[in-house]
C-alpha cells in the first residue's frame, strides 16, 4: 500500500465548528475534532445522535451547513464527494448484486485507466487481504453477510484511499461473525495504517476495536479519549451511562471531600467540594469491594452493611443486586467474579459489607 | 491522490457564511436533467390541461365571458342528463364489476380450485383489447340481429344497458388486477391463527379478509368509476341515444367544432375522476403503512365444498369473458353475421388491406413500439434520477406530483387539452400537430402514473447507498447507472414496456382528436368503421390488436423468464407468484 506523503504536520483530519440541520431539527452542534494519522477512531453514540450525518459530511455525502473539514492540509469543505480522497463502508454492505465479487472490487478501479495486469494484481492481492482469494467469480448472493462484508472492505481498500469510513459495518452480523470480523478489521487496519473512522452504537465494539472514542449524544460531543480514559474517567454522565454500567448515589456534599448520601458520609479523594450542595456521585459496579463477613470494617470510612437482593450470572463474572441496610442509601449493584459467588455466603439474602472506595466514587459534569 | 486538488478546486469556506457545497460536473448534470424531465412533464400535461381552463371561459372568438358557458350547459335539459347519465352508469357498473372481480380474485387467493393459472389469464384478457370490443361483441349477442336477443324481453341493448355490460367486461380485468394484488399481500400469519383459534369461516372472512383488502377495494371501485365515467368507445359505439359526458365532448368537438363547449364539458368530466382520484390516493398512503414487510403469503388448503363452489364461479366467468372475446373474432371470420355463417378472411382482406384501413393497424403497431420504447425510457430514467441523486428538493417534489395527475385525468380530456395546445398558432411546438409524435406524447403521458409507480417501486427496493459508493470510487453516476441499476431493474422496466404498448394498441379515448388521415390508428379504425357500419371489418381490426397485444403479453413472459433463469446466479428468487 503506498504510504500517503505527509503534506502538512498536524492532523490528518481537522473538522471545525461542524453543524447541520434537517429543516427545523439540528442533527449536529458545531462539532470539532482532530484526528490524527493512522489512527482508528469510532464515532459512539445512541441511534439517532448524529454519527452518520457526521460521516456523511466527512465523505461529502452530506453538505454541513457551517464549519469546515481539512484532510491532509487541504480544506475539503466544499469538495463534492467524489473529488474527495476516502473509501466508504456501510451497514447493508451496498454491494452491487450483478456484478461478481471480481467485479464490485475493481469497481472503482477500472475507471482509473489501470492497465488490465495491474487490476487483476490489486484485485487478487485485496481478496487474499480480506482472506476470500477464490472468491472473485461468485456473486455477493452466495456469500455470508460476513463475507460480503469483507469484500465491500476489499473493495473500499481498492484504490489505497487516505480515509477509512465505516458505518455500522459490523451491525447486520451475527453475533459470532461480528465478533471475528471485529479482529480481522481492526489488524488489517493496523497493517495498512489507513486513517479510519468506525461508527458504532455499540460499546464493546468501541472499547475493543479504537485508539480514540468520540461519544456523541444528540449532536454534540460528550468526550473523546483512549478507551480506558473513556471508561475509567467519564467526562460527564452521558458518557458514563452510556458506556459501561455505573451506579449513580445522588447525595449532598456535607464538607469539602464528603458528600452524605442516605444518611451515611462517604469520603472522596477530592476537596473542592461546597458544602450543601447537591451532587450526584457515580461508582462502576467492578468498583464496590463486597466483604462476606457483614462485620468487616464496622464503622469505617465508607463501609456499610448491604444484604444481597439478587444474583444475575453474566458468564465470566455475576453482578450483585445489593440493597443496604438501616438507612434510606440507594440500592446499588456490584461485580463480584463467578468463583466468589461460588465460595458461597453471597446468594439472595445473605448478609454482607461493602466498601466504596473513596478513589472510585466520580462527580461528573 | 493530490491529483484532485488541482484545477477547480471550490474556494475555502466564508466565515460566518452559510456552506455551499461546490458541485461536480455530474452532479451539475443530473440536475440539469432532472430539470429538464421537470419541464417536459409540465409542458406536455399541464400546457394542454392550463388551455382546456383557458377555453372554458372564452367564447368562441376568445373573448372572457367568465362562467356563462357553464351556465348554458348546465341550463340544457338534454346535456344536464348526460351527467346523471353519466354518474348513474359508472356507479352500477362500479357496484356490480366490484363483487364479481372479488370473488374471482378470491377464488384465486384463497381456494385451491384447480386451474388457477388459466382462471388468472382469462380474467385479465379484456385489458388486451380496446373497449370497443365489447360493444361491438355485445351488439352481436344481443343486437337488432343478435343471437341472445329474446333474452333481453324486449330491452333494447343500445342505450344504459349495452353500456352496463360492456363497461363491465372492460373494467373486470382492472379490478381483478388490484384487488389480486391486495389479497396475495395480506398477511398468511393472520389466517394460520384464526385457523389454529377455529375462527368460523365466515367470521374470519368479515374480521380478517375485508378489511385487509379494504383499500384494494376501495381502490379498485375508483378505477372502476374512473373508467367508465371516462370511457367514451362503448356509448358512442353501443350507448344509442343515451348521451354521456364523454359523447358529449366527442360531439361538441368533432362534430360542432365548438372547442370552447368541449373545454366545458370536459372539466364537468374532470370533476368526479378527480374526486376519484384523490380518494384512491389517500388510500393508498395508508395501505403501504398496513402491510409489513415479512408477511407470509397465505397457503390455500384443500375444502372440496368451497373449492367446487369457487371453481363453479370462476369457469361461468371465464366462459362469459371469452364468450365476448370470441364473438369479435368469430364476427371477424364469417362471411354477414347472420345470414351467412360460413368461415372466410373477406373481413381482413377485403375489409381492412383492400379498402387501406390496415394501414392504421400498423400506425397503430408503430405508435405503440415508439411509445413503449421513448416512454419507458423517459419514464424510467425520470424517476431514476427523482429517487437516486441529490439537490433540489422543490423540483423533485413537483416531479412527483405531476406524475401522479395523468391517473386522475379521463383520456378524453387530455386529448382535448393537447389539441387546444399543439394547435395553438403561439406553440412553437405546434408543428408536432397531426403527427404520430404527438400521439406518442399523449399515450406516454396518459400513462404515466403507473408506470412510473412500477419505476419507482424498483428503485426504491435497491440498496440506498450504491451511489454513494460510486461517489466514492470516483465513478460516475451514468456508469452506474448502466452497469447496475438498469440491469438490476430491468424486470420492471420490461413490464412498464409491455403495459405502455398494450395500452398504445388500445387506447382510443387520448387520442381521437390527435389523429390525421395519416396517422389513423387501428382503435380509432374500429369506431369509423362502426359507424359506417362495417361490424366485420371492424371485428377484423379488434381482433388484429388483441394478437397484437397478447403476442407482446406472451413475449414479455418469454423475456422475463429467460432473463430470470439466466441471471438466477446473483438475483433472489422472485418474489410473487
Ligand atoms: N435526510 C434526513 N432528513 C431528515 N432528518 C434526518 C436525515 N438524516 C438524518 N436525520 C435525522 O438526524 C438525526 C441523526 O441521524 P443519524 O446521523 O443517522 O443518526 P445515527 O447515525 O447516530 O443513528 C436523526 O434524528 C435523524 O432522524
Ligand atoms: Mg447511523
Known amino acids: 500500500m503506498a504510504e500517503n506523503a505527509r503534506s502538512s504536520e498536524g492532523p490528518y483530519l481537522r473538522l471545525t465548528g461542524i453543524a447541520k440541520s434537517f429543516g427545523r431539527f439540528q442533527a449536529l452542534h458545531g462539532i470539532d475534532l482532530a484526528i490524527e494519522r493512522g489512527e482508528l477512531v469510532t464515532f459512539l453514540g445512541p441511534s439517532g445522535c448524529g454519527k452518520t450525518t457526521l460521516l456523511r459530511i466527512v465523505a461529502g455525502l452530506e453538505a454541513q451547513d457551517w464549519g469546515t473539514i481539512v484532510q491532509d492540509g487541504r480544506d475539503i469543505s466544499r469538495l463534492p464527494a467524489i473529488r474527495r480522497d476516502y473509501g466508504i463502508v456501510f451497514q447493508s454492505y451496498a454491494l452491487f448484486p450483478n456484478l461478481t465479487i471480481h467485479a464490485n472490487v475493481a469497481y472503482g478501479l477500472v475507471n482509473r485507466r489501470k492497465g488490465r495486469s495491474e487490476i487483476e494484481r490489486r484485485v487478487a492481492e485485496l481478496l487474499k487481504l480480506v482472506g476470500l482469494p477464490d472468491s472473485g467469480a461468485k456473486y455477493p448472493g452466495q456469500l455470508s453477510g460476513g463475507q460480503q462484508q469483507r ?113 451515611r ?91 466504596l472506595p473513596p478513589a472510585a466514587l466520580r462527580i461528573l459534569g | 491522490m493530490a491529483t484532485a486538488a488541482t484545477a477547480s478546486a471550490p474556494g475555502p469556506v466564508a466565515a460566518g457564511r452559510v456552506v455551499r457545497q461546490a458541485l461536480h460536473w455530474q452532479e451539475r448534470l443530473a440536475l440539469a436533467l432532472l430539470v429538464a424531465c421537470c419541464a417536459a412533464l409540465a409542458f406536455f400535461l399541464l400546457g394542454p390541461l392550463f388551455m382546456i381552463l383557458v377555453k372554458s371561459v372564452q367564447d368562441k372568438d376568445g373573448a372572457f365571458v367568465g362562467l356563462l358557458q357553464f351556465r348554458d350547459y348546465l341550463g340544457t ?63 352481436q349477442w344481443f343486437g337488432n340481429q343478435g343471437l341472445l336477443k329474446p333474452l333481453l324481453g324486449g330491452t333494447p341493448v343500445y342505450g344504459a344497458l349495452g353500456i352496463v355490460i360492456s363497461s363491465i367486461y372492460a373494467t373486470f380485468p382492472h379490478a381483478l388486477m388490484i384487488i389480486l394484488t391486495a ?190 420504447l421513448l416512454g419507458t425510457m423517459f419514464i424510467f430514467g425520470c424517476a431514476y434520477l427523482l429517487e437516486k441523486t441529490r439537490g433540489m428538493p422543490g423540483t423533485r417534489a413537483l416531479i412527483r406530483l405531476l406524475a401522479s395527475i395523468p391517473m386522475g385525468v379521463p383520456g378524453m380530456v387530455l386529448g382535448l387539452g393537447y389539441i387546444l395546445f399543439f394547435n395553438h398558432p403561439d406553440n412553437p411546438f405546434n408543428v408536432l400537430y397531426h403527427t404520430l409524435t404527438i400521439l406518442v406524447l399523449a399515450t406516454v403521458v396518459h400513462y404515466y402514473t403507473s408506470s412510473h409507480l412500477t419505476a419507482v417501486t424498483a428503485l426504491k427496493s435497491l440498496d440506498g447507498e450504491f451511489e454513494s459508493v460510486s461517489a466514492s470510487l470516483k465513478v460516475p453516476f451514468y456508469k452506474t447507472f448502466h452497469r447496475v441499476t438498469v440491469p438490476v431493474c430491468l424486470p420492471a422496466i420490461l413490464d412498464i414496456g409491455r403495459y405502455l404498448f398494450v ?44 394478437v397484437a397485444s397478447a403476442s407482446v403479453c406472451v413475449l414479455y413472459a418469454l423475456v422475463t423468464r429467460v432473463l430470470l433463469t439466466r441471471t438466477q446466479g446473483w438475483r433472489r428468487p422472485a418474489p410473487g407468484n
Open chain 1, 151 to 263: 469484500i465491500a472492505l476489499a473493495r473500499a481498500l481498492a484504490s489505497a484511499p487516505g480515509l477509512l469510513l465505516l458505518d455500522e459495518p459490523l451491525s447486520a452480523l451475527d453475533a459470532l461473525e461480528r465478533l471475528r470480523l471485529r479482529g480481522e478489521i481492526r489488524a488489517l487496519q493496523q497493517r495498512l495504517g489507513v486513517t479510519t473512522i468506525l461508527v458504532t452504537h455499540d460499546q464493546e465494539e468501541a472499547l475493543s476495536m479504537a485508539d480514540r472514542i468520540v461519544v456523541m449524544n444528540a449532536g454534540r460531543i460528550e468526550q473523546v479519549g483512549s478507551p480506558r480514559a473513556v471508561y475509567e474517567t467519564p467526562a460527564t454522565p452521558f458518557a458514563a451511562d452510556f458506556i459501561g454500567k455505573i451506579n449513580v448515589l445522588p447525595g449532598v456534599a456535607a464538607g469539602r471531600d464528603r458528600v452524605r448520601v442516605g444518611g
Open chain 1, 265 to 355: 458520609a462517604l469520603l472522596l479523594a477530592r476537596n473542592d467540594l461546597i458544602e450543601g450542595s447537591a451532587v450526584k456521585l457515580y461508582l462502576r459496579p467492578e468498583d464496590v469491594v463486597v466483604h462476606r463477613d457483614p462485620a468487616t470494617g464496622q464503622g469505617a470510612a465508607n463501609t456499610l452493611a448491604a444484604q444481597v437482593a439478587k444474583v444475575e450470572f453474566l458468564g465470566a463474572f455475576c453482578v450483585l443486586g445489593l440493597a443496604p441496610e438501616g438507612t434510606d442509601f440507594p440500592a446499588l449493584s456490584a461485580n463480584v467474579p463467578r468463583h466468589a459467588v461460588d465460595a458461597g455466603g453471597l446468594e439472595p439474602g445473605a448478609h454482607i459489607a461493602i466498601t
Open chain 2, 77 to 139: 335539459p338534454a346535456l344536464r342528463q348526460s351527467i346523471f347519465n353519466t354518474l348513474g352508469v359508472a356507479l352500477v357498473v362500479t357496484g356490480i364489476t366490484i363483487p364479481l372481480a372479488f370473488t374471482f380474485a378470491y377464488a384465486l387467493t384463497r381456494s385451491a380450485m384447480p386451474g388457477k393459472a388459466v382462471f388468472r389469464v382469462v380474467g385479465l384478457t379484456p385489458i388486451l383489447a380496446p373497449s370497443l370490443l365489447a360493444a361491438i361483441s355485445f351488439i
Open chain 2, 183 to 372: 389479497l396475495l399481500l395480506a398477511d398468511g400469519r393472520l389466517y394460520e391463527a384464526a385457523e389454529s383459534l377455529g375462527t368460523r369461516t365466515l367470521r374470519r372472512f368479515f374480521t380478517i379478509t375485508l378489511p385487509g383488502a379494504k383499500y384494494g377495494l376501495v381502490s379498485a371501485a375508483m378505477v372502476v368509476f374512473s373508467y367508465t365515467v371516462s370511457d367514451f368507445g362503448i356509448p358512442k359505439v353501443i350507448g344509442g341515444n343515451f348521451n354521456v359526458l364523454a359523447v358529449d365532448i366527442y360531439k361538441q368537438v368533432i362534430g360542432q367544432q365548438n372547442f370552447n363547449k368541449g373545454a366545458v364539458v370536459s372539466l364537468i368530466l374532470l370533476l368526479p375522476v378527480l374526486v376519484a382520484f384523490v380518494v384512491d390516493w389517500r388510500m393508498q398512503g395508508r395501505q403501504h403503512a398496513q402491510f409489513s414487510a415479512r408477511a407470509v403469503p397465505y397457503v390455500a388448503r384443500r375444502k372440496p365444498w368451497f373449492d367446487g363452489a369457487m371453481f363453479v364461479y370462476c369457469t361461468l366467468v371465464a366462459l362469459l369473458l371469452l364468450a365476448v372475446l370470441g364473438m369479435a373474432v368469430y364476427t371477424s371470420f364469417i362471411k354477414l353475421w347472420p345470414y351467412d355463417k360460413s368461415f372466410s378472411l373477406r373481413h381482413y382482406t377485403f375489409g381492412l388491406v383492400d379498402g387501406g384501413v390496415i394501414v392504421s393497424f400498423f400506425n397503430s403497431l408503430r405508435m405503440a413500439f415508439v411509445t413503449a
Open chain 2, 503 to 546: 395500452n398504445a394498441m388500445v387506447t382510443i379515448s387520448a387520442v381521437v382528436f390527435l389523429y390525421s388521415p395519416d396517422t389513423q390508428l387501428a382503435a380509432v379504425a374500429i369506431l369509423n368503421l362502426d359507424e359506417a357500419g362495417e361490424i366485420g371489418p371492424a371485428a377484423a381490426m379488434a381482433t388484429l390488436i388483441v
